[in-house]
């Protein structure tokens, strides 16, 4: 019978000792490589969560941009970026550099800073588009130097590029990498789309104010009250479409300048009157300019003394330069009413015509002349025209704001609904601030009371009453 062999002790050395350290240290090595992986993705974390954090405290962009190339440099693990910002007319400029890990800062920003002088003086249009910067970049900066970029976009259009460099050739580009160069892009995105937000508010605030300072103006250049003129009633109003607006009329004495001293028992002024509407083509400020413009230089012709005819003649050829250069035209109608007889003339430069009512027939007039916008042709023509007025007459002016203002089903108010409204204000011997009040209640239920206005409308009213 053959013996059994006897047992070996348990050695260090044997193969079940040599498995069991084999096992182990992978293990050990996995757990180590989790870790550092943690650690890592907690560092990221704490980089984006401390930059989103500065996105939302910085009121200064440019103190927000200071931090995007050490930002970016960290979570890439590169050892420097720059940061690129297009200015506009093909204008490229180097915003912001951080270097670390022994790369000479002086020697990137001298490669870059040559590239961008270079666009600047090529002036390149499209930047983004047809440039590649990437390359222009890589091929200035020293040879061991590895370079990667990525856009920043806002609403679609890009508006730099973010840089990082690196000297270790093992580096690689990985899409991780890539993803959180571009995330950190991003958050320069939105700091650039916060501050155009913050500059355009900013902008709409300064125009709010000027548009305040212009309404001012303009309220204070329009009559702020009648003047009382012997035999007289006048009322007048203008509610503009926008702020600013390009209506425009005035009451001015033919010797306005010099004290008033012409007047009867009641203080009402005997001296001649001229009454003025007008419509300046377009809205806003600068119809508001050009209406101002109107005021001032019809002012001044008001002291020749001329007939209506020969004042807007003379009108248009003082004002005709500076309308052509604008693309803008004036109607007006001008007339001057003399209350000593009682007689008013007048002359029309392609305005709405005033409407009068008669009221010895009952009957509503046009009162027209032929004549051509001011500032459309500097040797036009104007007629002049008189009618004798008498007690109970009413005449009416108005801008083109109440004929073409349109209801919610497209329709416009037209001259006849004006002609009927008025008529029917006047027969009933409505005073002239009662007339004005009518009209624009009228409209306004025509076009609707919510609907705002499109277009300037100006009333002026002139009553004619029995004097002793």
Not at 291 to 310: D, Q
Not at 323 to 352: G, K, W
Not at 388 to 415: I, M
């Amino acid at each position: 019978m053959t013996a059994l062999p006897a047992p070996q002790p348990y050695s260090e050395d044997h193969n079940f000792g040599e498995n069991f350290s084999t096992k182990e240290a992978p293990v050990t090595t996995l757990k180590e490589l989790v870790a550092s992986l943690s650690r890592e993705q907690n560092k990221v974390q704490n980089l984006l969560s401390s930059l989103g954090f500065a996105l939302r405290s910085f009121n200064n962009l440019n103190q927000f941009l200071e931090i995007i190339p050490l930002m970016a440099a960290r979570v890439s693990d590169t050892d420097g970026s720059a940061l690129l910002l297009y200015k506009g007319e093909g204008k490229i400029t180097l915003e912001q550099l951080h270097c670390q890990g022994g790369v000479e800062c002086q020697e990137v920003r001298h490669s870059i800073s040559k590239v961008t002088r270079k666009l600047a003086k090529e002036n390149s249009e499209n930047l983004g588009e047809n440039l590649d910067l990437d390359s222009l970049i890589e091929q200035a900066l020293p040879h061991e130097i590895k370079v990667f970029g990525t856009p920043i976009l806002t609403k679609g259009r890009e508006r730099g590029r973010l840089y990082v460099f690196t000297r270790d050739r093992a580096y690689e580009w990985t899409l991780s990498r890539q993803k959180l160069v571009q995330l950190v892009a991003d958050q320069v995105a939105v700091a650039i789309a916060n501050n155009d937000l913050t500059l355009e508010v900013q902008q709409k605030e300064k125009l709010d104010r000027e548009l305040e300072v212009a309404t001012d103006i303009q309220f204070h250049l329009l009559p702020r009250k009648y003047p009382k003129i012997k035999g007289l009633d006048l009322a007048a109003a203008c509610r503009t479409a926008n702020r600013v607006g390009g209506d425009y009329y005035d009451f001015i004495p033919a010797n306005y300048d010099q004290p008033q001293t012409d007047t009867d028992a009641e203080g009402g002024s005997t001296v001649p009157w001229s009454i003025v509407i007008g419509d300046v083509m377009g809205k806003g400020v600068p119809a508001g300019l050009i209406m101002t413009m109107t005021r001032g230089m019809l002012r001044a012709e008001v002291l020749n003394h001329h007939s209506p005819a020969k004042i807007l003649e003379h009108l248009n050829r003082v004002m005709y330069e500076d309308l052509e250069s604008s693309h803008r035209f004036v109607t007006l109608f001008y007339s001057q009413y003399d209350p000593q007889t009682r007689r008013l003339s007048y002359s029309n430069a392609a305005h709405n015509p005033p409407l009068w009512w008669e009221a010895s027939t009952n009957l509503v007039h046009r009162l027209d002349t032929a004549g051509m916008l001011v500032g459309l042709d500097t040797n036009s023509e104007y007629e002049d025209n008189t009618v004798q007025l008498s007690p109970g007459d009413t005449v009416l002016y108005y801008t083109d704001g109440f004929t073409d203002a349109v209801n919610p089903k497209g329709q416009r108010f037209e001259e006849e609904n004006l002609i009927q409204a008025f008529h029917q204000a006047a027969a009933q011997h409505y005073s002239s601030e009662a007339i004005v009040q009518h009209l624009f209640e009228t409209v306004q239920a025509f076009i609707g009371n919510k609907k705002k206005l499109v277009d300037d409308m100006t009333l002026v009213a002139m009553q004619v009453q029995e004097t002793n």
